[in-house]
């Protein structure tokens, strides 16, 4: 039906009637001492190469649960310009209101788009997408940084621009002697694992984005998503928390990030049960784990219990309990205060070959 | 990612990245005579008021399994356009490369947008949308109708238009008798009892359709759709179908139409048991029914089987096989030929008082 | 494959291999001064009319998140007996052990299975099922009663008993008098208005059971269940409880019970933004609701509010954030301490005709 | 509720009320010559060390769509004896009458259960379960033989009697000299890569069970079954096709087994579009493909076009339409009559290194 006209209620008629105004929550805990929000830094719509409008954007990220969004739109390449005469700041005026109303945070961002090197990046936090329309990239990205940008390289895996091989090239030495690289594509449609090892031995800030041209339908999934450990779920939070490098990417049932925020998200995820667990050689007990978060974590012992057996696999659920089985086999064990069970995650990854390596421990007696 | 520019791969590149390319077989068997096209002809883009690209419309529509669309953008309301440069057939033509790609019927329609009397109408095989922009809606209309095209009335119980009751105005009965008003809206959003009463009485063609706005989330359901009996898949056999009101209406698990159509798409969508019966007095027999439509059909009993009883409730679910028992109740039963249940087909609908009645026959000896 | 002979392991090897030893959370949270504890307390294993072991009844009822059962098998009636060696307290025997290790709370029951007057009784809280096997109905009660047992009527409206109405006899006077008479089904397969009604007027514990027979299998959905609201999670708190008619019945995506439980509840599983909304005239505002609990709450205004206007119809959706506008419609509005929304709650029921209403406050400036 | 206790109506109310008597359908296509019936050869009941009713065997095999079923009790292994008392045949006597009255065929079997060599073996087609009770397990196979038995070897992968290594014994091959041996499980719990090997390099008949002993819980899955190419829907139909090795292996998204019945099952799952594609040059063409089978075929192009390039990979998805796109690569093609495509279906298995190579023809011109 044709909506109002009146444009305070248009934006209402509009979440209601269609959306029925539900926002999902993505159940990722906080850590001691951050916040831990969901941010996709990398998005488009008719502005640019898209097929939404910018509110579409703001309402799916809403509906999806996250924070933080930034619209990037290409400043080079705007196939449906003859049908739009806007300028490069008008996606984000026009998403601005919604977000607004919807508390959703919104960084004004544009997509520097060159062939390779050195390739796409992403200016956020920028203030006025027009002034990066120059024909140097250098110049772009002086003027992005003029304007306080973080800088990101898109998607460097992309086999458009890099159909073999998957290279760091001498512009982004120079770049990030210049200031002008901070944060790197982890994951952007499918896992890089060359952007990973890069964002580990070059101190880059890792993400995951969607880099979303259509509209958003991740089904009973989840879109890839950037993780923000952040002082305060604030415009200036996240952009400190990103130059910080205080990120993980998260994308199937998967989180990629460093070991000091992923140890405390994983017991953040979980209620262990806390009474002595009093077990004895040759007797078996049953502890409980309650894993509340959105991640099934998949469990792989990664040392022998001392003086009992524990499972060799675990399978921590999304919302469920999971009972672990736990046999003394040893006399020493009625006597031990604490019990310690080591176990990799095999998915809280560190790096491509390593994965979180948790303690759990429990009280005996 | 960038989408290539080459445009003859630009479509596929989207359809085979964001879609996977695949199209949902919607399970609405054909009838004896006609095909059984799936349709919805009334849907917005950025063009007027609604927030995707016109291809999105195209490729949402394929992957949902639709046969045949029409976009209908509004005339009279365009709230994008100080963004956007594009006359009022620019929606059609950005949307038909794609859908003569994908074999989607793309019927040329726009909405023409007035207060009560008499509401919205849209025009279907129209030829220019640019013509039908007239001060006076019955110019608008005869100049439509000048182009062929075939006229709907819209959303007749829209409460922002009648917000306390659904009258049919002095206008409608105008636009009746000078051959402006074809169709109506029987479902748009919700179901309006009025307009089926009235499609019955003053031989309308009935019409269910989506006025989707935003992008399509159906989720497990379906957009409601308008069911058209063709003679064949082509632009020509729609229109002679809805000019010869051979539709019917399909939402939630229910279809509305005439029993003419109903009934023969009932036996279609089932498989019954064709060997003998053989019920015997005081024996019972299971019978099977698969059904191999999308629709859980939900039967009652309408009057009580002769010589036997049959279950009060069936309940034929989608997809599935339903075991029937009958247990016969008269010596006579074990000489009859054939057993006849009659049941109601509470989700198939005549009226708004009148469900279809059909007559199972199975042979018994 | 064959199951270790071991006793003590072949529980867990059973657990572990088949179900994956997870446990589903039920989200309906506890109360101010009491524990939400979810009871089955009608269910049959071989040992009479069902078709299961006795762990299977302990296994599935952990698995669904269940904190306490009754295995209750028809004294009088038990078809496979020719099959079976087997006295009234061994289903009891046979799932004690589980049960014990798995933390599910078991208590001891049986059904004495008559026809009508009196119909079914469950005998809760028994010590031996043998003694019960009496051919006077009121020496099998006596005989439970003496044990301790508290006594529920079962589906009183079962068609086998009563095929067209439901109906209240003297001879449950009787026993109610004698305290033979303490709960009584309102949900068994079916609701039961009736039973509703009786527990109202005649203080009767109320109950919600699934007297399952076969395996459980409910699939996205959920067994009903009776919801205790318990000192402890112990057998004795939950007989206190019983005793104390502090229960409620749940079922499809209902509560029934009474305003002094279930108002409590309903706050307990929202979480609403706490900050102040700050309303002014012909200005909106939109807050948060987050529904933690399983339930979808579908709410509709009881009274319009004083100074603002709120939706007509809420859907809090389990798990999801809600969106509520609510729009100034006076100067007052803005010199207003609080906000207070009136809400009924169309799936809390109190009575036949009475739904739960509730008060939603707002601190406004 | 209390089930009536007059046999013959007793098995339907409990299907109406319990499981509303609805039969899924399997979606794996008759191949030429064949019917295509799905099996399950290897389960148990509480009349072994199973926690179910014979019945409900049956009648979980109905609902999920089986066509035959043997319920094999251990012979040797009975945990449950001193609360039951009766004779090996009486699992299957119990269910009998209800799998004639649904029509699924019941195989009668028993498990003869030792350790290894030879390990557990079911012996399928037999006449009198109680006589293969028998010291020396020779004695016992020799029994069921002469009873007409089909002898097929169990989970020979099974960690309990073979924990490190997966070994054929010199009694295996003593067996099979002696007639005694097969069949052979390929797919118990986990697929057992030397099963498959075994199964051809000896000639043995493979199969896929379910070994189930609690209550079937198969969610959005299905049971692992064995598929058996036969003449007819009927017991002896299916001992000759067992004899006769006319079997694939079904589990997860697999089938295993050999290329004369896996390629027709294949493209019998497949509606090819018939019109000619008209290919020419640096043109692209879309030719539309239906999977009605329940398998996602997972495709990898196993050579290149001839004149023309085709997806590298597809995906076939249940119940939809893939839109597969071919692009000219030479002048030729515009003259060839047909075009062939060569696919791997990666899940559809032949050996442990082999899968299915299939030739895609369409008519060109």
Same mark, same amino acid.
């Given at each position: 039906?044709?909506? #109002?006209? @009146? ?6 008629? @509009?979440? &209601? ?15 001691? /001492? ?6 996709? &830094? ?9 097929? *939404?409008?910018?509110? *579409?954007? *703001? ?6 649960? #996250? ?24 996606? %984000? ?25 050195? !390739? ?21 990205? =002086? ?18 621009? =890099? ?19 901070? /944060? ?6 499918? @896992? ?15 993400? /995951? ?7 958003? +339908? %991740?089904?009973?999934?989840? $879109? ?8 305060? $779920?604030?415009?200036? !939070?996240?952009?400190?928390?990103? @130059? ?12 990629? /990030?460093?070991?000091? &925020?992923?140890?405390?998200? &994983? ?20 502890? %409980? ?8 974590? =998949? ?19 999304? !919302? ?16 031990? =205060? +604490?019990?310690?069970?080591? %176990?990799?995650?095999?998915? #809280? ?17």
């Amino acid at each position: 039906m044709l909506r #109002l006209k @009146f444009a305070g209620i248009l934006i209402l008629v @509009f979440l &209601f009637s269609q959306s029925e105004a539900q926002r999902h929550v993505i159940k990722i805990p906080d850590i001691p /001492g951050y916040k831990t929000l969901k941010g996709d &830094f990398h998005m488009h719509t008719v502005f640019s190469d898209g097929t *939404v409008w910018p509110t *579409v954007r *703001v309402q799916e990220a809403w509906e999806e649960g #996250l924070d933080v969004i930034s619209i990037t739109e290409h400043i080079e390449y705007r196939p449906h310009s003859s049908d739009m005469n806007a300028d490069h700041n008008r996606a %984000y005026e026009i998403a601005e209101p919604l977000a607004n109303k919807l508390d959703l945070i919104l960084v004004r961002g544009a997509e520097i788009t060159r062939s390779m090197p050195p !390739g796409h990046l992403n200016a956020l936090f920028i203030k006025n997408a027009n002034l990066l329309e120059l024909e140097d990239v250098n110049d772009a990205l =002086q003027e992005a940084r003029a304007q306080g940008a973080f800088l990101m390289w898109n998607h460097p895996g992309w086999k458009a621009q =890099q159909p073999d091989t998957t290279l760091w090239w001498d512009e982004h030495s120079e770049l990030l002697k210049k200031d002008l690289l901070h /944060g790197i594509e982890v994951y952007n449609e499918e @896992f890089t694992p060359e952007a990973l090892l890069w964002a580990n031995e070059k101190k880059l800030t890792m993400f /995951g984005n969607s880099d979303i041209h259509g509209p958003a +339908n %991740y089904g009973d999934g989840h $879109r890839p998503m950037t993780l923000i450990f952040s002082k305060s $779920r604030t415009l200036g !939070g996240i952009k400190e928390a990103l @130059f910080s490098k205080r990120t993980a990417v998260y994308f199937d049932n998967i989180i990629v /990030g460093n070991a000091s &925020f992923l140890n405390p998200l &994983f017991f953040a995820s979980l209620q262990i049960d806390k009474k002595p667990v009093n077990l004895k050689n040759e007797e078996s007990k049953i502890i %409980y784990i309650e894993n509340t978060s959105d991640l099934d974590y =998949q469990l792989e012992l990664a040392q022998p219990g001392v003086g009992f057996d524990a499972p060799e696999n675990l399978n921590l659920k999304s !919302g469920q309990i999971t009972a672990v089985e736990l046999t003394g086999n040893s006399i020493e064990v009625g006597q031990m =205060q +604490n019990l310690k069970i080591y %176990y990799e995650v095999k998915n #809280l990854k560190l790096s491509n070959t390593d994965n979180l390596v948790v303690t759990i421990t429990l009280q005996n007696i």
